[in-house]
């Protein structure tokens, strides 16, 4: 037997023994551990059913709370609800509520009513005995730790295992005391468990037993464990689990029973028999495999030597590595040929790394050049071109399909420019470049375009082997010079005058200006352009040219004059170029003499007036910053500002031309009328909806809050009026709407500042007035005390301080509430009544004549009057008998006089009166009043004739007054 054959029984035999000892013992193991596995899966399919089993009992557990929370229950079992037993204990709520068996018990655990299902006959029927005294006989079943606990578990009776739920009677607001127990049964019958087996997807059976189980009974099924589930194969096909419930009352217990196949262990079986085939087929194949393997690296050594070499010499892979590993005489030639693969390697890298830089180079050539803006390429000396860019393609319209049919360089020339390009290329040849000349390109589709050329010859030694250069399409700079040289002939012929310069200094003036004044452009050129030829050489052009700087662009109008110093009328267009200030600015400037102009408009503006008005009009509404819309008499939108476009999103274009109220959708969310339809409404129905409006004349005011608009909504103070034709008709009606939101939330955090302030004032004015008050009470006991007269004069001094403190701190009570408050519209008339209220005496007459006049000021406006009695009274003299009140109206302003009889005021202090701490009381009367009149504007004086009585003249602004009429 040769080595060969000796390798191949001793590996296959080793091998064979191997594969057989994994199979026992995989076979073993296997099978240990699908039984296992299948013991495990019983186990949890069994806690899976009790889960079921569980969230029933929870079921029947929620619904029994459902009816003994229940304020009807709660009458019946205290006997106050007899119409509770038809109403919910007949036969269709109880087959819906899916419960066999209910038990009422009274607080005095006395039986109030029971009652069971009878499905077969489909009526309710009652309860046995023998199944009352079961179940009342449970210990503690009608005692409870709490008004809201229960009781639930399972029961065997007579009819077999049921689960039990018993819980206290209480009010339907969880509120005591219980005043008894009602008792739910339902009987884990055959359907039962039969839905139970579906909801668990398992087969359950569920039977009831009276003797001690093997194992520990459950009283809570959340308590099992793995031990306390019995696991028993009952035949090759079924396995089943069993785990055992105690019973409420201790009597019996549930057997509770999953059956299921044994699918588990068949199915392991079947894979271990798979996986032992599998083990064998796998042996076989790693015996042939190990033999192929040996007799390969063994008795083929020389074979892979040659296959070594060829591929060593293809793929040049691990070229440090040895041809072949051994100490035999094949390793030993591999060695000895190893050296000369080193040196061809290496070689055929140099190659590989010249030709990949090279190509490398070309690569990135070729894209920067594709890169560039102009029209690159590279040509031998006959033009016939061998590279050119994207760039190149592209103005000149070919494809790149178009090289395959080959470029030459005179398909990118126009004929016309052939003579002047060869002459170019002759220059190239004998090795000179070019250098910026201009040729007439054409294009793909034999358009013209003209082009500089800038190239330079290719050297191969001593040699011109070709040329490369690039091309710039010079079309726009072309249009542009024609441009420019028809722009300059424009301005020098245009018959307006064109002025140029940097600063205050003219550059430039076009024959026009100068031919305008009779005089030559150098007389302008470096001077001031006011200097020459105008009437106001004192004028400032660098404050025109801050103008023009701020807006980009200046218009006014200045007269000129000519060398014959006669004058004409010049418009003046002054136009920023370029630059930051004044000083450095570039500028033009374009004069037109306007003296035919003004002629014209004199003859026009009789007919342009109204139209210019109208337009005018249209632009002032269009710009004003306040949101504005106009309908017309029907209520159709006629015009929508740009304010209002901004503020509801909607275009002009999109509203012009609808009505019917679609114009309030973005404000309340729906079609109503808005502030301007009042004004139109005859009726007087429209203006109800708007509860704070206001009027002026034609016009109505109001503030709104718009909830639906923005985030958290939005304040807005409108004005409508109506709109009059020529013959004082109404066309329309115009609304303005300005967004106050800001000044409303800053007026409320204000409010709520002032409210704080004034409340700690408060505080502290009333800690000072009680120490004011023990202070006064405790001079007189000091007076008292010591009777000297140095004692009583610094008493005396104490009590005027103490007194002027009380007076001042009752100032600050009344002036802390100034302008806390909106200013609203006051009747002056009834104020003055109510403040002749007073107690004045039988002597002194007050005359008032302001009824019907209405006053918008701050609601101390009150205060007002009552002081300009209470000063009368005060200081007017004995003589006094009489005050009169009356109003006058001149140059829209209103005058309220308050005049008395009295001594008067001397001319020296008609304005010291008003100061504050002036006077010979508090000193704070009339400075109060001035103070609560200004918050509106109201201005006061006192106009009287010193020894025939005081006059007080209050005057109203316009807008802040108005007659009863015209008050909402």
Not at 19 to 32: E, G, M, R, V, W
Not at 130 to 146: A, K, N, R, Y
Not at 416 to 442: C, V, W, Y
Not at 823 to 835: I, N, S, Y
Request: one cysteine or more; glycine letters at 8%.
């Amino acid at each position: 037997m040769d080595l060969r054959a000796k390798t191949f029984l001793i590996i296959g035999l080793t091998l064979l023994g191997g594969i057989a000892l994994i199979i026992l013992f995989s076979f073993t193991l296997l099978t240990d551990s699908y039984a296992q596995f299948e013991e495990d899966d019983t186990r949890q399919n069994l806690i899976k059913g009790l889960k079921v089993l569980s969230y029933e009992k929870d079921q029947i557990y929620s619904l029994t709370g459902d009816w003994s929370r229940w304020d009807e229950t709660y009458n019946f079992v205290q006997d106050k609800n007899d119409e509770y037993i038809i109403q919910n204990l007949n036969y269709a709520s109880i087959h819906n509520l899916g419960i066999d068996l209910l038990i009422f018990v009274r607080g005095d655990s006395t039986l109030k009513y029971a009652t069971r299902i009878n499905t077969t006959a489909g009526r309710m029927e009652s309860v046995p005995d023998e199944i009352l005294s079961q179940v009342l006989s449970i210990p503690d079943i009608c005692t409870f730790e709490s008004i809201l606990d229960g009781k639930s578990g399972f029961i065997i009776l007579p009819d077999g295992p049921a689960i039990i739920v018993a819980e206290p009677i209480i009010t339907s607001i969880y509120e005591g005391p219980s005043v008894g127990t009602l008792i739910c049964i339902e009987y884990l019958n055959e359907a039962k468990v039969k839905t139970l087996s579906s909801i668990a997807d398992l087969h359950l059976t569920i039977s009831s037993i009276h003797d001690f189980p093997l194992i520990k009974a459950l009283n809570e099924i959340n308590e099992i464990t793995t031990s306390d589930i019995i696991v028993t194969p009952e035949s090759d096909t079924n396995i089943t689990g069993t785990s055992y419930l105690s019973s409420i009352d201790s009597n019996g217990f549930l057997e509770f029973t999953v059956t299921l196949p044994r699918d588990i262990i068949t199915q392991g079986k079947a894979t271990i028999l798979t996986f032992i085939l599998f083990l064998m087929i796998l042996g076989l194949v790693v015996i042939v495999v190990s033999l192929i393997i040996i007799d390969r690296f063994v008795l083929f050594r020389l074979r892979t030597l040659i296959e070594n070499i060829k591929n060593r010499n293809t793929e040049r892979a691990q070229i440090d590595a040895p041809l072949l590993e051994g100490d035999d005489e094949f390793s030993r030639l591999a060695k000895e040929i190893h050296p000369i693969f080193l040196e061809l390697n290496q070689s055929q890298k140099d190659l590989e790394e010249h030709n990949r830089l090279l190509s490398e180079s070309e690569r990135k050539y070729r894209e920067l050049a594709d890169l560039l803006p102009e029209f690159v390429f590279e040509a031998d000396l006959d033009g016939n071109i061998s590279f050119i860019n994207q760039m190149g393609m592209k103005i000149s319209g070919h494809r790149m399909d178009d090289k395959n049919t080959g470029f030459h360089i005179l398909n990118f020339i126009h004929p016309q420019s052939h003579p002047q390009f060869l002459q170019a290329l002759d220059q190239i040849r004998k090795g000179k470049p070019i250098n910026g000349t201009e040729f007439s390109g054409i294009n793909h589709n034999g358009e013209t375009y003209p082009i500089t050329v800038y190239a330079s010859p290719i050297w191969s030694g001593s040699q011109v082997t070709g040329f490369r250069g690039f091309a710039i399409d010079i079309s726009d700079r072309k249009e542009i010079e024609n441009s420019l040289r028809k722009l300059a002939d424009i301005v020098e012929h245009t018959s307006t005058g064109i002025v140029t310069g940097t600063g205050a200094n003219v550059d430039y003036v076009n024959a026009a200006y100068s031919q305008m004044h009779g005089m030559e452009p150098a007389e302008f050129i470096g001077k001031n352009p006011f200097l020459v030829g105008t009437r106001y050489p004192e004028k400032n052009f660098l404050s025109y040219l801050d103008s023009a700087l701020f807006s980009g662009h200046a218009t006014f109008e200045l007269d000129h004059i000519r060398s014959d110093n006669s004058v004409f009328p010049a418009l003046h267009d002054l136009t920023i170029l370029s630059g930051t200030s004044a000083d450095n600015a570039v500028w033009s400037l374009n004069v037109q003499d306007i003296t035919e102009q003004r002629l014209a408009w004199k003859a026009l503006i009789d007919s342009e007036a109204l139209r210019e008005s109208a337009r005018q009009l249209r632009d002032v509404i269009s710009r004003l910053p306040d949101a504005t819309f106009v309908i017309d008499k029907d209520g159709w939108v006629i015009f929508w500002n740009q304010a209002m476009e901004h503020l509801t999103g909607i275009q002009e274009a999109d509203i012009i031309g609808r009505g019917r109220y679609e114009y309030a959708i973005p404000f309340y969310g729906e079609k109503r009328p808005m502030l301007l339809n009042a004004v139109l409404d005859k009726e007087g129905t429209i203006i109800k909806l708007f509860p704070n409006v206001s009027r002026s004349g034609d016009s109505l005011f109001t503030d709104e809050t718009f909830p639906k608009m923005g985030k958290g909504g939005k304040y807005f103070s409108s004005m409508a009026g109506p709109l009059f034709d020529s013959k004082g008709n109404i066309i329309g009606a115009i609304q303005s709407m300005r967004d106050i939101t800001a000044r409303i939330m800053a007026e409320q955090a204000l409010m709520r500042t002032n409210e704080k302030l004034n409340l700690l004032s408060s505080i502290t004015r009333h800690d000072i007035r009680n120490r004011v008050t023990v202070i006064l009470g405790l001079l007189p006991l000091l007076k008292e005390a010591r009777n000297d007269p140095e004692t009583a004069e610094i008493v005396k001094i104490m009590d005027n301080a103490t007194r002027l403190i009380h007076d001042q701190i009752e100032f600050t009570r009344v002036y802390q509430n100034l302008g806390i408050q909106s200013p609203e519209w006051k009747d002056a008339g009834f104020l003055v009544r109510k403040a002749a209220e007073i107690g004045i005496p039988e002597r002194i007459t007050v005359e008032n004549n302001l009824s019907g006049l209405f006053i918008y000021a701050d609601p101390l406006l009150e205060r007002v009057f009552y002081n300009l009695i209470d000063n009368a009274l005060r200081h007017a003299g004995p003589n006094l008998s009489s005050i009169r009140f009356s109003w006058y109206s001149i140059d829209n302003e209103v005058c309220i006089c308050c005049e008395d009889d009295g001594q008067g005021i001397p001319d020296d202090l008609k304005e010291r009166i008003f100061d504050r701490g002036y006077g010979s009381n508090t000193g704070l009367g009339l400075f109060l009043v001035r103070e609560i009149l200004s918050i509106t504007g109201i201005r006061i004086f006192e106009t009287g004739t010193y020894g025939k009585g005081a006059r007080f003249e209050i005057w109203v602004p316009s807008g802040g007054y108005s007659e009863k009429d015209n008050i909402d």
